[in-house]
C-alpha cells in the first residue's frame, strides 16, 4: 500500500518538473508566441470566468455542464492548432492549470497560475485586437 502512495507522489513530482520544463522553453521563447500563448489564455479565462464567475461555483454546477465546459474547452484548443498553435497552447496550458486548480494539486497550480497570469496580460491586448480589429 506505501507503493501505491509513493507511486502518486513521483507522478506528482514528475508533473511539477514537466510544467516547470514547459514554463522554462516558453520564457526563452520569443516575445510573440508569449503574446500568442497568452492570448489563448485569455481566451479560455474570459469564457471561464463569464459562464462561472469563479472555481468554487464551478463545482457547483451540474456535471453535465462541467463537462460540456471541458468538452468546449478542447474543441477550441483543438481549432485553433490549425489556425494558431501558440493560442492553442495557451488554452491547453489554461486547461492543466484549471484541472490542477480543482484537483487541489497547489505546486502546480500556483506554478502555472503564476506564469498563466503574466502572459494573459501580454496577450489581452493581441485578443482585443483580434475581436475587435477597427479599435
Known amino acids: ?3 501505491l502512495f509513493h507511486r502518486n507522489e513521483d507522478s506528482a513530482r514528475g508533473e511539477f518538473a514537466e510544467a ?3 514554463l522554462h522553453r516558453l520564457k526563452a521563447s520569443g516575445a510573440r508566441i508569449q503574446i500568442a500563448v497568452g492570448a489563448g489564455v485569455q481566451l479560455a479565462n474570459s469564457d471561464f470566468i463569464r459562464r462561472f464567475a469563479g472555481i468554487e461555483s464551478f463545482r457547483r454546477v451540474p456535471t453535465e455542464e462541467q463537462e460540456r465546459f471541458w468538452s468546449e474547452l478542447s474543441d477550441l484548443e483543438l481549432e485553433l492548432r490549425g489556425r494558431e498553435i501558440g493560442m ?3 488554452v491547453g496550458l489554461y486547461r492543466i492549470w484549471l484541472t ?3 484537483a487541489g494539486r497547489r505546486n502546480v497550480a ?3 497560475g503564476e506564469e498563466l497570469t503574466e502572459l494573459s496580460r501580454k496577450g489581452a491586448d493581441r485578443l482585443n ?3 475587435h480589429p477597427t479599435r
Open 129 to 131: 485586437w483580434a475581436i
Open 88 to 90: 492553442a497552447l495557451g
Open 1 to 3: 500500500m506505501g507503493h
Open 100 to 102: 490542477e486548480s480543482l
Open 110 to 112: 500556483e506554478l502555472l
Open 20 to 22: 516547470k520544463k514547459v
